[in-house]
């Protein structure tokens, strides 16, 4: 069962981290929400952004 409380120290520079959950037991890239800055990843994401055509 995962945590539902999660610090800073807890996740990487984007505001997640990878581990096992009830939906991916093979583990999964996910972001948690903090009750500290910057919150929900105030750096941007993991891996390359795509582009939007207009
Ligand atoms: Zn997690």
Known sequence: MERTQYTNEDLD????HTHV???FPDGIYHYHITNEDPYLNGNGFFGTAGTITR
């Open 13 to 16: 520079d984007y505001h997640g």
């Open 21 to 23: 959950t009830s939906d």
